[in-house]
């Protein structure tokens, strides 16, 4: 099974849709693309037939990143056009895209606060100190429970969905998203790259 796309993959893909092989798209092109492929996934909370053109930009300028293989160039004042490894990702990948529900809801008030204090506490976990100081292979499996918050009496279906949730909420993130992917797949579960 091929992993779930990051939304700087998605835009790369919808920049593709656009044309964006060979000449710039403006940003709410593609914002207009996205939401049409992925309903609701860079939608407003509060507005959710409205689409967050700030969600959309900042995805666009993740995949300019190095660290997430600069697969678009551009800005928002000329638009965005495929760098080549943005073009192979883009053919590779469009038919996934295009093959599954995507959408994603923003969290609602409700969950802010928990996303903030889990955020914290992933920041503060040994996983996150030792991974910064001598690198992610040096975590252990048990620091690396400590990080989804399992234990022994964790199994099964409830194990999965506690892993899931952090990479649901924090599998994009900037500081986490990578050290999160790794540990779940320390832990035997198939995560994105």
Known sequence: MKRRLTNYEIVTIA??????????VDTEDVAVKVNELVPRRFAWRKYPDQID???VRIALSDAKKAANGVYIAGSKREGWRLTESGRTFARERVGDLLAGDLSRRPPS????P???AERSRLLA???????????????TRQEAEGFFRLDEYVRGQARERKIAR???????DPELGELAKALAAKLGVEVPR
């Open 114 to 116: 928990w996303v903030r």
């Open 125 to 139: 976990s040994d996983a996150f100190a030792k991974a910064c100081s001598e690198g992610i292979a040096a975590v």
């Open 109 to 112: 008030a409700k969950e802010r």
């Open 15 to 24: 920049v593709y849709l656009l044309g964006g092989e060979h000449e710039y």
């Open 166 to 172: 952090i990479l649901d909420h924090f599998g994009d």
């Open 53 to 55: 053109l700030d969600s």
